[in-house]
């Protein structure tokens, strides 16, 4: 059982920057590809980033690409969103997610394991 825990979030201004981290617990974290999605007021959840196992391969939302970079450190157990040149509709709940496939995953129902969340809001 992999135990997840997202910090990082807060109330930032239009274009800052903020770094979210995951750490994991429980279980081989290399064994996993992660991922973050997001869930904005009132939408469903969405797709952020996700990165391999190893961190070598990475995929983006189009929303996000050029601004967030998804990074991994297997020796801290720990995956990080740097977000940059945030915006308004950056606003939501943000979640890591663990994979036991090991790979880049873009579907929330190939993750196993979610952490429970922390807000990001991004006013202008």
């Known amino acids: 059982q992999v135990q997840l825990v997202e910090s990082g979030g807060g109330l930032v201004q239009t274009g800052a920057s903020l770094r979210l981290s995951c750490a994991a617990s429980g279980g081989t974290f290399s064994n996993y590809g992660m991922g973050w999605f997001r869930q904005p007021p009132g939408k469903e959840r969405e797709f952020v980033a996700s990165t391999s196992w190893s961190g070598a391969t990475t995929y983006y939302a189009d929303s996000v690409k050029g601004r967030f970079t998804i990074s991994r450190d297997n020796a801290k157990n720990t995956v990080y969103l740097q977000m940059n040149s945030l915006k308004p509709e950056d606003t939501a709940v943000y979640y890591c997610?663990?994979?036991?496939?090991?790979?880049?995953?873009?579907?929330?129902?190939?993750?196993?394991?979610w952490g429970q969340g922390t807000q990001v809001t991004v006013f202008s």
């Open positions: 997610a663990a994979s036991g496939s090991g790979r880049t995953v873009i579907r929330a129902g190939m993750y196993d394991y």
